[in-house]
């Protein structure tokens, strides 16, 4: 079969996502017809049907389900690839890092010297996003490089970088009854509540919706919730909250990640330069262990 183009591609997804030949192409701007036709065309070069159509509803097949996901890919990937081509092209380079507020646990600031003084270093960009952001922006193109969190992230297709490993910590108002304690459970907190996450994936919890750190701190302090967060949390604290230990909390990770087969040097500098600080800071905390 000769190779699909990305018209096709987006074709199937504007009907895929619509479930609807008129409402598709009126998003495309152009006729139903030809619409029509050049589905067609593509189920039968794939061989497959794609699409189930009565005079009342569109509906995916299981070939359907499977290629509209693997199609979002590739256009993703076509798209990335146009945005990292412009950026490599300009005058002047620059690599884009991306990370969630408070993200890095305090490691960036130490890369940052470290990475300038390689050849390969070129000016730096952070983008501070929102929760959940970092992995999009890195599959679509606007980034270079991302701080991710394990298991939090999706990390495929992601070549990636261990940086560090945290323990959990309670964050809790000042006035809360287990604000005294050396550390906890996770039982000790239940019917305390908890906040919910906004993101590109929400998580479950039923408490009040938290966008990022800073809001979650307010909403600490003033005794509305209490979250479990990994430990370097600590050092961006506020003075009306206070951090305990969970002894039974999962542990979590920071993980430095770029696109596989990535071949910037500029990028390949940055990640040596985040291996070696991290590489530092175990060593140091391995010394400073009782």
Do not use: N
Not at 100 to 125: F, N, Q
Not at 219 to 236: D, F, I, K
Not at 254 to 283: H, K, N, Q, Y
Request: charged residues 25%; neutral net charge; glycine residues 6%.
């Amino acid at each position: 079969m000769d190779a699909l183009e990305t018209r096709e591609l987006a074709y199937f997804v504007a009907v895929a996502e619509e479930l609807h030949f008129g409402r598709a192409a009126r998003r495309l701007g152009m006729a139903q017809p030809p619409l029509s036709r050049a589905i067609q065309r593509l189920e039968r070069r794939m061989g497959v049907v794609l699409l189930e159509r009565t005079s009342r509803a569109v509906s995916l097949t299981p070939a359907g389900i499977v290629f509209l996901a693997e199609s979002h890919k590739a256009l993703d990937a076509v798209a990335a690839a146009v945005r990292r081509a412009q950026r490599a092209g300009r005058d002047v380079p620059r690599l884009m890092v991306a990370m969630k507020s408070y993200g890095d646990a305090g490691l960036l600031e130490r890369i940052m010297p470290m990475y300038r003084r390689d050849p390969d270093a070129v000016e730096v960009e952070v983008v501070v996003c929102g929760i959940g952001e970092q992995a999009r922006m890195l599959r679509d193109g606007r980034v270079d490089l991302a701080f991710l969190h394990a298991p939090h992230d999706d990390l495929s297709g992601f070549d990636t970088e261990l940086l560090l490993t945290q323990d959990q910590v309670a964050v809790l108002p000042r006035g809360h009854r287990l604000a005294d304690r050396a550390a906890l459970v996770l039982a000790d907190l239940d019917g305390d509540p908890i906040p919910c996450w906004t993101g590109p994936s929400p998580d479950e919890h039923s408490g009040p919706q938290v966008r990022d750190p800073g809001q979650l701190m307010q909403l600490v302090a003033l005794g509305q919730v209490v979250a479990v967060v990994p430990e370097s949390v600590r050092h961006h604290a506020r003075s009306d909250v206070v951090c305990v230990p969970v002894l039974d909390g999962s542990r979590s990770s920071i993980l430095l990640a770029w696109p596989e087969r990535t071949r910037s040097r500029a990028v390949a500098a940055f990640v040596r330069a985040s291996t070696d600080v991290a590489a530092s800071g175990r060593v140091i905390e391995t010394v400073a262990a009782p």
